[in-house]
């Protein structure tokens, strides 16, 4: 009977070890699926590093104030009364971000623009095409699917919601999106 119990004990202890391995193993692989996500283009998680808000945080109908607070300062490049512009670098290729407010200086448009163009004005279609593969699918996932419609080299995908239009294209090698409120803002 002792020689059965502890056979039955290096069993239990040997089933919790492995289990506690292979549970522990398993975490690790979601955890790290869940900081690791997988884009085509390798400026894509620079330009958006977070999925918050309309657009990195942004929202339509934010403040002036809070959209200067959300949007890092090194960035900043020219204002008037009803915009505010970023550019960033990205390797050799140039990030804007145009924004535009209303007359109570709120958040109406989100213009950006990236272009994947040389000195030469040659363009890396390879590149344009992974970025705007992943905004396109940014966009989707907010707003549903839509038919994409191409022409030439123009590829775009618009979506027209109640209070706002959304529209991510592809031309050339220039990949741009914007979101744009057309209605009185309840606030």
């Not at 191409?150 to 109640?162: G, K, P, Q």
């Amino acid at each position: 009977m002792k020689k059965f119990l502890s056979i039955l004990m290096i069993a239990f202890i040997a089933s919790f070890i492995i289990s506690s391995c292979s549970s522990e193993s398993s975490d690790d692989v979601a955890a790290e699926t869940e900081v690791t996500a997988n884009y085509n283009s390798v400026y894509f998680a620079e330009v958006v590093p977070t999925n918050e808000g309309d657009f990195v945080g942004l929202k339509l109908g934010d403040s002036r104030e809070d959209v200067q607070i959300k949007l890092p300062q090194d960035a900043f490049d020219d204002e008037t009364d009803s915009y505010l512009y970023y550019f960033w670098e990205l390797d050799d290729n140039q990030y804007y971000l145009d924004l535009y407010f209303d007359e109570d200086n709120r958040l109406n448009s989100i213009d950006g623009y990236v272009y994947f163009y040389d000195k030469e004005y040659n363009y890396d279609e390879t590149e344009a095409n992974a970025f705007y593969t992943d905004m396109k699918e940014n966009f989707k996932a907010k707003y549903g699917s839509e038919e994409e419609y191409a022409d030439n080299d123009l590829t775009y995908i618009s979506w027209y919601l109640d209070e706002m239009d959304a529209e991510v294209g592809l031309d050339g090698g220039e990949v741009y999106w914007y979101i744009y409120h057309y209605e009185d803002y309840d606030m």
